[in-house]
């Protein structure tokens, strides 16, 4: 890349789409979710950065960095967040995370821990329910910090954590069930006992079912079903991808409404 054209930065929704690529969004409807960008602006600047040969179509909505936006990304972007956890000690792979990120573990764990004690099930309990929402643009580093807290608990990571498009219907809640002299009977799905949740982009939740049982965990309520409780000690961690602006606050209002 040329110094004229290296003194020259393209403007703040090109770098953003340009950003989300490198960090391994790909999809238009990945892209488009994940940006703060009005419609109209979002298809015009996904045509002027192929026009000028910073992305290519591979077809099927899906794009990749072109030759010259590879140069733009090493040029001005900074590397993602990698961190190898492997087989290593927790003080070890803890060492490979900036101390802030560090202080949000913590705070994590503690929240983990408070609820699994006896105090948060106590039917006079009004306290608040903790909870972890990171909110970012892709590559910063929020998802290993989740893994981080799974570990730290000696929790296996693929085990709490759910990608709010590939829920199946049927896993949603948990189902009815009859037992012996016919009586019904409401039976949890399994993420109410796994203690620690952690939720994978919730701005892109569309099925109000999906986006009911997301609320009912982070509100930390203990009536699912109608005249029915339950204990809900799960601490939910959810990860999103949308740095700033009106897009947030409405699906944040959404979640909690």
């Avoid at 140069?71 to 900074?78: A, D, K, L, N």
């Avoid at 609820?115 to 309990?125: R, W």
């Avoid at 970012?136 to 893994?147: A, F, L, S």
């Avoid at 807290?149 to 009859?178: P, S, T």
Wanted: hydrophobic share 35%; glycine share 8%.
């Amino acid at each position: 890349m040329s110094k004229k054209t290296k003194e020259r930065r393209l403007s703040k929704p090109r770098e953003s789409i340009l950003r989300a690529i490198h960090k391994g969004i790909v999809t238009t409807k990945g892209l488009k979710a994940s940006l703060d960008l009005e419609t109209r602006k979002f298809y015009t600047e996904i045509g002027n950065l192929q026009k000028d040969e910073y992305i290519k179509s591979l077809g099927y909505a899906t794009w990749a960095l072109a030759v010259k936006g590879k140069e733009y990304v090493t040029t001005y972007f900074e590397p993602a967040l990698v961190v190898s956890f492997g087989d290593k000690p927790v003080q070890e792979f803890l060492t490979e995370f900036p101390e802030p990120y560090r202080g949000v573990m913590r705070l994590a764990v503690s929240s983990y821990i408070a609820k699994q004690s006896k105090i948060f099930n106590q039917e006079d309990f009004d306290g608040a329910f903790p909870a972890t929402v990171l909110v970012g643009e892709p590559g910063i580093g929020k998802t290993p910090i989740g893994e981080a807290v799974c570990r730290l608990q000696g929790l296996k990571f693929k085990d709490h954590k759910i990608n709010v498009e590939a829920i199946n219907k049927g896993e949603l809640g948990g189902r009815w069930a009859q037992k012996k002299g016919g009586k019904w009977v409401f039976n949890l799905s399994y993420w109410f006992k796994l203690g620690y949740l952690q939720v994978e982009e919730p701005e892109r939740i569309v099925s109000p079912d999906v986006r009911n049982l997301i609320r009912f965990i982070l509100h930390g309520d203990k009536t699912y079903k109608k005249d029915i409780d339950y204990e809900n000690r799960v601490v939910p961690f959810l990860t999103l991808n949308l740095p700033r602006g009106k897009t947030f606050k409405q699906i944040w209002r959404k979640l909690l409404a």
